[in-house]
Nanobody, 123 residues
């Protein structure tokens, strides 16, 4: 059984940086592409970033390009989302997800999901 646990979310001010982590257990981490999604209050879940199983390719949403980066450490079974210059619109619950298939921006392609970590950006 695959389990994903996110951490690192908290209350920050606009312009601050934050790094989220996601640990996968129960299966071999480098079998999976990893993605980050977020859901703001009253909005649908949206894609943020994804990284191939070997880190060799990434997708970043246009809304966060230039501010967010995704990385992974296969030895630690951990994926990261580095968020810089945070904006009020970045507020939401951030979810990590694991995908056995090719790298994807589509939530429905992901096989496993964490429970999320709350990021709140204040003015």
């Amino acid at each position: 059984q695959v389990q994903l646990v996110e951490s690192g979310g908290r209350l920050v001010q606009a312009g601050d940086s934050l790094r989220l982590s996601c640990v996968l257990s129960g299966r071999t981490f480098d079998h999976y592409a990893m993605g980050w999604f977020r859901q703001a209050p009253g909005k649908e879940r949206e894609f943020v970033a994804a990284i191939r199983w070997d880190g060799g390719n990434t997708f970043i949403a246009d809304s966060v390009k230039g501010r967010f980066t995704i990385a992974r450490d296969n030895a630690k079974s951990t994926a990261f989302l580095q968020m810089n210059n945070l904006e009020l619109e970045d507020t939401g619950v951030y979810y990590c997800a694991a995908d056995l298939g090719p790298l994807s921006r589509l939530a429905e392609r992901y096989d496993y999901w964490g429970r999320g970590t709350q990021v709140t950006v204040s003015a």
